[in-house]
Structure formats: structure tokens, C-alpha cells
């Protein structure tokens, strides 16, 4: 199972952009389907966007598709989440985890990130 650590969320206004980082540990990392997950207030934990172990292939949900883009970087164990003209609906805790499919998936979610985007 792997563990993960995310970071730069922020606050930000309608429209405006951000960049979503998560540091993976264990080497399963590279030979893992990995997603990006969000949380808003009283509701639960989706899945947002995935990409393939080798980043060829990408899936976002409808709701992100145009604005949101997903992409890992194996070498550094690293993967990423652009967020563009982001709206308030976007507010949320974004976390990193694996496919759930994959062993490297884990029920230990790391802190997220928050994400706050006001109008």
C-alpha cells in the first residue's frame, strides 16, 4: 500500500488556476493506475480524475473535463492535478490515492489538500 502526501491547494477566486501536487512513497508508484479524489463538505469522497502507470492514457469526470488535467511524473514518484478557470463547485479536499483496483491503494488517506474557490 502506498502512502501519500498532497499539497497547494488555496484559496482563490472563480476563474483563477491551481496546481495540486502529491509526493508517493513505495515503488509500486510507477506500475500504478493513480487518481486524483475530492471531498466536499458533506458529501463523499469521488474520484475526480485518472491516469494509467505510464501516463498515456487519462479519464476526468464530466464536471472537470476541459479544466482539470492529470499527469505523474515516475521518475519522482510525483503526481500532479492542473486546475483551470475553477469555479466555487470545485471547493473541496483534494486527496491522492491509487486505482482502487490496485494494491497500492490504500484505506490510510493522507491529509489533502483544500481547495476553496469563492465567486
Known amino acids: 500500500q502506498g502512502q501519500f502526501v498532497e499539497f497547494g491547494g488555496g484559496s482563490v477566486q472563480a476563474g483563477e488556476s491551481l496546481k495540486l501536487t502529491c509526493v508517493a512513497q513505495?515503488?509500486?508508484?510507477?506500475?500504478?493506475?493513480m487518481g486524483w479524489y475530492r471531498q466536499a463538505p458533506g458529501k463523499q469522497r469521488d474520484l475526480v480524475a485518472l491516469?494509467?502507470?505510464?501516463?498515456?492514457?487519462?479519464n476526468v469526470i464530466d464536471s472537470v473535463k476541459g479544466r482539470f488535467t492529470i499527469s505523474r511524473d515516475n521518475a519522482k514518484n510525483t503526481l500532479y492535478l492542473q486546475m483551470n478557470n475553477l469555479k466555487p463547485e470545485d471547493t473541496a479536499v483534494y486527496y491522492c490515492?491509487?486505482?482502487?483496483?490496485?494494491?497500492?491503494?490504500?484505506?490510510?488517506w493522507g491529509q489533502g489538500t483544500q481547495v476553496t474557490v469563492s465567486s
Open positions: 513505495g515503488s509500486a508508484f510507477s506500475r500504478s493506475y
Open positions: 491516469i494509467s502507470d505510464d501516463g498515456g492514457r487519462l
Open positions: 490515492n491509487a486505482d482502487p483496483r490496485s494494491d497500492y491503494y490504500t484505506n490510510n
